[in-house]
């Protein structure tokens, strides 16, 4: 813990109910309150040492900063509105890591907003963020309302859309092709001699990624075996657990029996599979062949280990976070589009 002189400490006691001011903290870190602000708003415009001073001085007075007031006088509201599918899901959990550690050091708040993948509430969302006047927005996805993409071409702000791909973003893209991902898992599986792949889902009409994803299948089904029917497996229910993994396996088992490698659409689903057909005594990748997207940390501990598509989960956040702030600062002028690309982790399930 910091420890810095006390001399001008002032006194607290149960009587004292003036709240402390930007001029107390000022007072007691031997600086301007113009200083105390400063290094309120932007820790990067002040030194390490007046940064040191004045964040003992807020801990000492117990200091709590008018933000509102701040915002107000600045036409600066210190935040980024981050707009995900799911608070649930670890791939998300990473690039709001990402995007926060590459925020943080320029004194950016996130606000976390989650769609469960409904446009309406995505849309919802995005009126009620901008409505607090976020300095930029981060958004996974690149299909939105027609109202949603005109709120945020409207915002004046940088936007970073991610985790898909698209010639035509609404500001900045930084992410990858869903579609190309599976075409390549489909080229290594039947590299490996499988010829009856099934892909198994839930596609709800508000995940575009995963309806690439079956777009991407269904293309590379075509162009690498010919006459091959095209089978697709949906959950129809929109949960994504281990145990619709389960009805997924039984329902391509019953539906498709002549399947040789399963193709989930995430590993959550390739988990709950590869753990009941160990259970049932299903030989894989012998009787039936496993793979997953999303390369999950229990990906490589599954017996047999799964077979997967990787992603750069927490650098879609980090590079979406230097962006906004480079574009906010003004040292980046122009949209960027980053593709951070993919690859097939080849393991013991196919």
Not at 71 to 89: E, F, V, Y
Not at 102 to 107: C, E
Not at 210 to 217: K, S, W
Not at 329 to 340: F, V
Request: charged share 20%.
């Amino acid at each position: 813990m910091r420890r810095l002189p006390e001399d001008n400490v002032p006194p607290r006691t149960r009587r004292q109910t003036r709240s402390v001011t930007l001029a107390d903290v000022a007072n007691l870190a031997g600086v301007s309150p113009q200083t105390v602000s400063r290094a309120v708003r932007n820790p990067l415009e002040v030194s390490e040492q007046t940064l040191e001073r004045v964040q003992w001085a807020i801990e000492t007075t117990g200091y709590v900063p008018n933000l509102a007031a701040s915002n107000l006088a600045s036409n600066r509201s210190g935040t980024i509105a981050a707009i995900i599918p799911t608070i649930a899901a670890s791939i998300f959990a990473d690039a709001l890591h990402g995007l926060d550690a590459a925020l943080a050091p320029s004194g950016y708040q996130l606000f976390i907003g989650s769609t469960d993948y409904d446009p309406e509430h995505e849309e919802q969302l995005i009126r009620t963020f901008l409505g607090r006047r976020p300095e930029g927005v981060f958004i996974v996805g690149t299909q939105h309302t027609p109202a949603a993409s005109a709120l945020l071409k409207n915002a004046r702000i940088p936007v970073v859309e991610a985790w898909n791909w698209t010639p035509e973003p609404i500001d900045s893209l930084v992410g990858f092709s869903n579609t190309a991902a599976i075409a390549a898992v489909v080229e290594y599986v039947t590299g490996k001699g499988f010829r009856h792949p099934t892909f198994a889902g839930s596609f709800r009409s508000g995940d575009a990624r995963a309806g690439d994803r079956q777009a991407g299948f269904a293309d590379a089904v075509r162009r690498l075996l010919p006459g091959e029917p095209v089978r697709v497996v949906d959950s129809g229910t929109g949960v994504v657990d281990m145990a619709t993994g389960i009805q997924l396996l039984d329902r391509t088992l019953q539906d498709h029996p002549d399947t040789d490698v399963l193709m989930f659409a995430s590993d959550v689903f390739a988990a709950g599979a590869l753990l009941e057909c160990e259970r049932r005594g299903l030989d894989v990748p012998g009787r039936l062949a496993i793979t997953g997207f999303g390369d999950f940390e229990l990906a490589r501990y599954l017996v047999p280990a799964l077979t997967t598509v990787a992603v750069p989960n927490q650098e879609i956040g980090t590079r979406a976070g230097a962006l906004l702030a480079d574009r906010i600062a003004g040292r980046t002028a122009e949209p960027q589009m980053i593709d951070l690309g993919f690859s097939v982790v080849a393991r013991a399930s196919a």
